[in-house]
């Protein structure tokens, strides 16, 4: 696994907002392409959000309207700004760098994988 650094999430209240950050290298943040996916305990990981080339965004269905995906180049950091969160928004949240985007849909890079970080919304 290359060197991928999450930071942010934790516990929020239904309603409530979180961030959350990814930060790398210049040389992988230059893969241009990034998503967010989130797991919860017997799924398979879900993608929340991707950015592509021209900063083109995609979003799950779940979190529309609600979510930005977002990255700053000067800091090469990838960001998921989460506002209005949910109970079923909870969950292990992973970023990914240098996926492919195909049809539309993301194909994460098995190589640049976050750690990790558990985001809680309780009621």
């Known amino acids: 696994q290359e060197h991928l650094v999450q930071s942010g999430g934790g516990l929020a209240q239904a309603g409530g907002s979180l961030r959350l950050s990814c930060a790398t290298s210049?040389?992988?943040?230059?893969?241009?392409?990034m998503a967010w996916y989130r797991q919860t305990p017997g799924n398979q990981r879900e993608l929340v959000a991707g950015?592509?080339?021209?900063?083109?965004?995609k979003y799950a269905d779940s979190v529309k309207g609600r979510f930005i995906i977002s990255r700053d180049g000067a800091n090469n950091t990838l960001y998921l700004q989460m506002n209005s969160l949910r109970p079923e928004d909870t969950a292990v949240y992973y970023c990914?760098?240098?996926?492919?985007?195909?049809?539309?849909?993301?194909?994460?890079?098995?190589?640049?994988w976050g750690q990790g970080t558990q985001v809680t919304v309780s009621s």
């Open positions: 210049g040389l992988i943040f230059k893969l241009i392409t």
């Open positions: 950015i592509g080339r021209g900063d083109s965004t």
């Open positions: 990914n760098i240098g996926g492919t985007f195909v049809a539309g849909n993301y194909i994460p890079n098995s190589r640049f």
